[in-house]
Structures are given as C-alpha cells and as structure tokens.
C-alpha cells in the first residue's frame, strides 16, 4: 500500500502561517485597544473631576476644562482609530483561518480518497490471492481425481 503524500501540506503550512501572524496582529490590536480605552477613560474621569471642582477663577476654570475636553476627544479619536485597527485585524484573521480551513478540508478529502483507494487496492489482492488459491485447491484436486 502506498503511503499518502500530500501536495497541499506547504499551502496548509504557508496558510497556517499566515493565519498565526494574522492572530499575532489581533491580539497586538486588542492590546492596544484596550490600553486606548483605559486612556479614555482617565480623561473623562479628569474632565469630570475638573469642571466640577470649585475654581475661584473663572478663566481658569474654563481654561482647565477646554483643556481636559480636548483630552476626552483625543483619547477617544485614539479609541475609536485602534477598535477600527482590531476590527481589521480580526478580519484580517478570520480570512486567514477561512483559507486554512478550507486547504484542510481539501486535504481531509484526498486523505478520505486515498483510504477508499487504498482499501480498493487492498481487495483486489485479498480477491486475487482467494482466486489463486481456489485455483491450486482446484488444481490439486484435479491430479489426485483417479484418471479414467
């Protein structure tokens, strides 16, 4: 029987690859999602403890909260800019798994063909054998029947 060899298995490791680097890259995105998020969140908690602490100086006050408004919105442009690079990351890798899923599929198959083939294989030598055998008992048979 011949053993199986596939011609898939360098797409399947070039795909596999492509799909660790492409997890290695979400969970970079994910990191720093997240990170982007805690910053937003310790702006808003300064930009509410500052337009809400009492301020002698009016100026000031209004000053220090234009200053920690525009805090908010960056830290939530950098939010919003880093979720849409984890999103494209997790495209990115849900594509890449896709690919491998599908080069292993294709291989389960000529896996799958290969068995089928090889236990054809297998029953036409048992058949062959059997027919061989039934032969030389037929054979035999006929030179010990008595000659008439």
């Known amino acids: 029987m011949k053993r199986y060899t596939s011609a898939l298995a360098p797409v399947l490791r070039a795909r ?3 799909e660790g680097t492409a997890r290695s890259a979400l969970q970079r995105a994910n990191h720093a999602s997240a990170a982007a998020e ?3 969140a310790q702006a808003f908690a300064h930009y509410k403890e500052v337009t809400s602490a009492p301020n002698p100086s009016f ?3 209004q000053e220090q909260g234009e200053l920690s408004a525009l805090a908010v919105k960056e830290s ?3 939010l919003f800019a880093k979720q849409g690079e984890a999103q494209k990351a997790l495209e ?3 594509d890449a798994a896709k690919a491998v899923s599908a080069v292993e599929r294709l291989e389960e198959r000529r896996r799958e063909e290969h068995a089928l083939a090889a236990q054809r294989e297998e029953a ?3 058949d062959e054998v059997v027919a061989a055998r039934y ?3 037929r054979r035999s048979e006929r030179k010990r029947e008595p000659s008439e």
């Open 76 to 78: 939530r442009d950098a």
């Open 124 to 126: 036409a030598l048992v």
């Open 16 to 18: 596999q690859a492509r």
């Open 59 to 61: 100026l000031v006050a």
């Open 92 to 94: 990115d890798y849900v």
């Open 135 to 137: 032969a030389r008992m």
């Open 38 to 40: 805690r910053v937003a």
